[in-house]
């Protein structure tokens, strides 16, 4: 079947080393975005990529950074964690191709980050 | 300028009786709505969508949504919940630019289904 993928599921690191979380895609989509969610609070939208073009939201720290080498795997790279970086990571795509408005985003199930 | 409010951060229902989540947003542009639901430590998944076709969508697991332009609204429904409709549910409203995809999440809603 056709999904978003996110590796690994559950990801721990230290504070201050950095660390990569992925994100594949088998529906061939041309967008991919990021997302942070903390407990108890709605997905907030870290950058996404357009085809090759980075967006980055204007309230996502420079600590973030994401690297998008071909259609179908996205990095989120987070160069020094910190304890309020634990989250849940989301990657989602889409297919914004042709005329119309926005289409559907796809989630992948997440990785959970924990910073100790 | 683009917002979601989820007017209802709890709502709890009995079994068996409708379900109403509300959903109000702004958007300078002709936006796209969805309703997305979380279950805990899951991903998201789709309920459903409005994208200017008709004004009411029917989604899965029985829910549908009313697009009301005159109210900015875009509420939630489901005649009668069920005991795995317990969870958390997400607006959003996103709208596209030149390429450069604007999303904005509501604050969502957890509803809580008593048996």
């Known amino acids: 079947d056709a999904m978003v993928i996110q590796n690994p599921r559950y990801q721990v690191t230290q504070f201050g080393k950095p660390v990569t979380l992925s994100c594949s895609q088998t529906l061939n989509h041309n967008v991919m975005y990021w997302y942070q969610q903390k407990s108890s609070q709605a997905p907030k939208l870290l950058f996404h990529y357009y085809d090759k073009d980075f967006n980055n939201e204007a309230d996502t720290p420079d600590n973030f950074q994401s690297r998008r080498p071909n259609t179908s795997f996205c990095f989120l790279d987070i160069r020094s964690p910190g304890l309020g970086d634990a989250a849940m990571y989301l990657c989602?795509?889409?297919?914004?191709?042709?005329?119309?408005?926005?289409?559907?985003?796809?989630f992948g199930p997440g990785t959970r980050l924990l910073v100790l | 300028a683009q917002s979601v409010t989820q007017l209802d951060s709890h709502v709890s229902v009995s079994e068996g009786t409708p379900v109403l989540l509300r959903c109000n947003y702004s958007s300078s542009y002709s936006p796209s709505l969805f309703w997305y639901v979380q279950h805990p430590n899951k991903g998201l998944q789709l309920l459903l969508k409005?994208?200017?076709?008709?004004?009411l969508v029917k989604g899965i697991n029985g829910f549908e949504a009313e697009f009301k332009k005159s109210e900015t609204s875009f509420h939630l429904t489901k005649p009668s919940a069920h005991m795995s409709d317990a969870a958390e549910y997400f607006c959003v409203v996103r709208t596209n630019s030149g390429g450069y995809q604007k999303v904005t999440f509501g604050t969502g809603t957890k509803l809580q289904v008593i048996p």
């Open positions: 989602a795509t889409s297919s914004e191709r042709g005329a119309g408005g926005p289409r559907t985003q796809y």
């Open positions: 409005y994208t200017s076709a008709a004004t």
